[in-house]
């Protein structure tokens, strides 16, 4: 498998327009995290899905920020409108979580770096 | 809630020298402790894990570490680092039984110096 896949990995925008971020998860992966990382407030966890479905969104910082899953493969990241405090790396991980314990570990992928100017 | 604390943020190191990054969990249960590694421009990537048993767990790339339940750490270590061990590593913990969600350290830059 080539591992969780974003993209783009570079975005630049100029501020008020709409960011879509999208992540292909690993096969057979049963739970999807977004994750934004900044200098200030390291890496926080903005939501995350099990089976499609979203289970807790509380770490979305704002009614401007939305996440999908539309199926097992494909899951969206948008922010309308852009802000330039939304500056930041983004990253998708998927989990195996299924029922063994050793299933706990998060394959994240290379992030997108977002610049709203 | 469970929380991680890693005391510092950047570790400046010569290489082949020793090194350990420190972590502190705090969490009402039982937990998962893990350390990912984060190259430039890239996402993390997991160097090792503790579930159960062993108290030390050995990683890739030479790093270990243990767990530590009585002063609640979880410490980073290798003997002898290279220039490529630079960069940012983070401690991450989670609650078996519960969500399974890791809860992430702020980080910790590691700086080889040849």
């Known amino acids: 498998d080539a591992g969780v896949i974003q993209s783009p990995r570079h975005e630049v925008t100029e501020m008020g327009q709409e960011v879509t971020l999208r992540c292909k998860p690993i096969s057979g992966h049963d739970y999807l995290f977004w994750y934004r990382q900044t200098m200030m407030r390291g890496l926080e966890l903005l939501i995350y899905?099990?089976?499609?479905?979203?289970?807790?969104d509380s770490g979305m910082p704002e009614d401007r920020f939305s996440a999908k899953m539309p199926n097992a493969s494909f899951s969206t990241l948008k922010i309308q409108p852009s802000e330039p405090r939304d500056s930041a790396v983004y990253f998708c991980?998927?989990?195996?979580?299924?029922?063994?314990?050793?299933?706990?570990?998060?394959?994240f992928g290379q992030g997108t770096r977002l610049t709203v100017v | 809630a469970q929380s991680v604390t890693q005391l510092d943020s950047q570790v400046p190191v010569f290489e082949e020298a020793p090194v350990e990054l420190r972590c502190n969990y705090s969490?009402?249960?039982?937990?998962?402790l893990f350390w990912y590694v984060q190259y430039p421009n890239q996402g993390l990537q997991l160097l090792l894990k503790y579930l159960s048993g062993s108290t030390l767990v050995k990683g890739i790339n030479g790093f270990e570490a243990e767990f530590n339940k009585s002063q609640t750490s979880f410490h980073l270590r290798k003997p002898s680092v290279h220039i490529s061990d630079t960069a940012e590593y983070f401690c991450a913990v989670s609650e078996p039984g519960g969500s399974y969600i890791p809860t992430f350290g702020r980080g910790t830059s590691l700086i080889v110096h040849p």
């Open positions: 991980a998927s989990s195996p979580r299924g029922s063994g314990v050793q299933n706990t570990e998060a394959f």
């Open positions: 969490s009402s249960v039982s937990v998962y």
């Open positions: 899905f099990n089976n499609n479905v979203p289970i807790d």
